[in-house]
């Protein structure tokens, strides 16, 4: 399942100890990491995500601990079979959460990357932009499925973005690319992207499923 929670003025929809209560310490440390409180707020709402997605597909209550494979791509330590993605931008967190291997990128429209055109654009992508209506937008979303099939690759972006073309993914369904699906979307403030090993399902999360799902799993934590 792919699940997206909306934010409102890059503020936690938890109040700060609950929020806080949630996290394990590694995932306080990593959220505590970020220059910007903003950041911090998502990568913590980010793992509460991921913390919802395995509570409600496979029962599991305890927080997750992260082990890292070959450049730092993480996997859930006690459940080599459940992989994850997570991503977060200014207006919206993402977790994707399956059993097969996944990536997952979210990109605000505002990020300023027309300008690195040239290290991120294999020569058919940059010839396809120039015939759509909003070419900053498509390149935001042809970065975003850069990310996600590197996340999926677990090379992260370390590979050589402008040797392969994502030109073909279009906006809209999963599409087979290689030995993946991917799926790619121009949201009204963001482009999404998700490489996965098979197409999975959408779930917009709203303010209140977090403050329910708050509640419960403090619940289920303290009857363990």
Known sequence: MIYILRLKENESVLPEDIMHSLLSEQRMERAASFCRKSDGISSALAYILLRMALYREYGI???????FGENKKPYLKDRRDIFFSLSHCADAVMCAAGSTEVGADIQDYNEKIS??????????????????????REMIRLWSI????GKYCGTGILYE??????????EGGWQRFRDAYIISLKLDYDAVSVCSGKPI??????????????RNIQAAERMI
């Open 61 to 67: 209550i305890k927080k997750p601990l992260f082990e």
């Open 115 to 136: 300008g690195f055109s040239d290290m991120i654009l294999h020569h058919e992508e940059a010839e396809m932009i120039k015939s759509v209506s909003c070419p900053e």
């Open 146 to 149: 850069k990310e996600a099939y």
């Open 161 to 170: 973005l402008t040797d392969i073309s994502f030109a073909g993914i279009t």
């Open 201 to 214: 399902t959408f779930c917009h999360i709203s303010d209140s499923d977090i403050i329910k799902f708050s």
